[in-house]
């Protein structure tokens, strides 16, 4: 089984991983993936994704063999590079900007691909995100989500995992950054303040150069006194790399409205489970 974006999933495989998730989080160390080999093609910029993938392949057992992403940027076919790797690897775990070539891996490979980020979404970022709001918050299904940015990697990602999780999520930008039309779980608009009230749950990414003025700043910039107008015991939870002073204020950062660095500690066992319950599906693609 592949995993290269979350609407691929049905509400009852995402729980398996949740579920697979809690099995390992207390396990330091196994032996799932002795023997096992994963090929990782990964930037060197990259550092939690990277960091969280390496140290759950080994201490399952495995070993990794690193790439840079730019490997695949070459005149041999796809077909023909995933083909020799699939001799003397387990799975791939791959990040890289172009989603079309992770898929056109996919659509030769006989082992796993899973999906590491690409500019088009990031599943395993988002499916960690949603497992550690489900473990302080247990009624994290009847909360509404508020994303806060532009059209991206992330917020595609939340709209999709709110599709297969039946979440309420609001989408909040400028015009021209929709994502979705005619979706009960998705909602599109303009204006931050009349959305704060109903929002439990505040999610940002970064900011592109073109969104980096004072003028979308002033309008959109998550701050104390707008995590202040959400619901009682909301959350703020920005996608890193965060840039203060930006898309957050350092106020908020430094309030308890920030989910905070341990949350994403769980990276590392829903990547495990994520691992394991590809392989354990390798024949249902």
Same mark, same amino acid.
Not at 104 to 109: N, V
Not at 131 to 137: E, P
Not at 202 to 205: G, H, P, Q, V
């Given at each position: 089984?592949?995993?290269?974006?979350?609407?691929?999933?049905?509400?009852?495989?995402v729980?398996?991983?949740?579920?697979?998730?809690?099995?390992l989080? /207390?396990?330091?160390?196994?032996?799932e993936?002795?023997? +096992?080999?994963?090929? @990782?093609? #990964?930037?060197e910029?990259s =550092?939690?994704?990277?960091?969280?993938?390496?140290?759950?392949?080994?201490?399952?057992?495995?070993r990794?063999?690193?790439?840079?992403?730019?490997?695949i940027?070459k005149?041999?076919e796809?077909?023909?590079?995933?083909?020799?790797?699939?001799n003397?690897?387990?799975?791939v775990?791959?990040?890289?900007?172009?989603?079309?070539?992770?898929s056109?891996?996919?659509?030769?490979?006989e082992i796993?691909?899973?999906?590491?980020?690409?500019?088009?979404n990031?599943?395993?970022?988002?499916?960690s995100d949603?497992?550690?709001?489900?473990?302080?918050?247990n009624n994290y299904r009847?909360?509404?989500?508020?994303f806060?940015?532009?059209?991206? /990697?992330?917020s595609r990602?939340?709209?999709?995992i709110a +599709?297969?999780?039946? @979440?309420k #999520?609001n989408?909040v930008? =400028?015009?021209g950054?929709?994502?979705?039309?005619n979706d009960?779980?998705?909602?599109?608009?303009?204006e931050l303040?009349?959305?704060?009230?109903?929002?439990?749950i505040?999610?940002?990414?970064p900011l592109?150069?073109?969104?980096?003025?004072?003028?979308?700043i002033?309008k959109y910039?998550?701050?104390?006194?707008?995590?202040k107008?959400?619901?009682?015991?909301?959350?703020?939870?920005?996608?890193?790399p965060?840039?203060?002073?930006?898309?957050?204020?350092?106020?908020?950062?430094?309030s308890?409205?920030?989910?905070?660095?341990?949350?994403?500690?769980?990276?590392?066992?829903?990547?495990?489970?994520?691992?394991?319950?590809?392989?354990?599906?390798?024949?249902d693609d």
């Open positions: 089984m592949n995993l290269l974006k979350i609407e691929d999933l049905n509400v009852k495989q729980m398996e991983i949740f579920d697979k998730a809690d099995d989080k /207390n396990n330091v160390k196994g032996t993936l002795s023997g +096992k080999t994963a090929v @990782l093609f #990964f930037p910029s =550092i939690r994704t990277r960091i969280t993938f390496e140290k759950a392949v080994a201490d399952l057992g495995g990794s063999i690193l790439f840079q992403p730019s490997t940027d005149r041999e796809l077909k023909d590079v995933i083909k020799y790797i699939g003397w690897a387990n799975f775990i791959i990040r890289h900007s172009d989603f079309s070539k992770v056109q891996l996919a659509k030769y490979s796993p691909i899973i999906n590491a980020m690409t500019s088009e990031h599943p395993c970022e988002i499916l949603l497992y550690s709001l489900s473990k302080i918050r009847d909360l509404t989500y508020t806060v940015g532009e059209k991206g /990697n992330i990602s939340w709209a999709e +599709k297969v999780m039946n @979440l #999520f989408h930008c =400028i015009c950054n929709e994502i979705k039309e009960d779980n998705y909602s599109f608009h303009v303040e009349d959305i704060l009230s109903q929002s439990d505040i999610l940002t990414d592109s150069s073109e969104l980096r003025t004072k003028e979308y002033q910039q998550i701050t104390l006194d707008r995590m107008k959400t619901k009682k015991n909301s959350l703020l939870n920005p996608c890193p965060f840039f203060r002073s930006e898309e957050v204020s350092t106020d908020v950062i430094e308890t409205y920030f989910v905070g660095y341990k949350f994403k500690e769980n990276l590392l066992c829903v990547q495990q489970a994520i691992i394991l319950y590809c392989l354990e599906h390798e024949d």
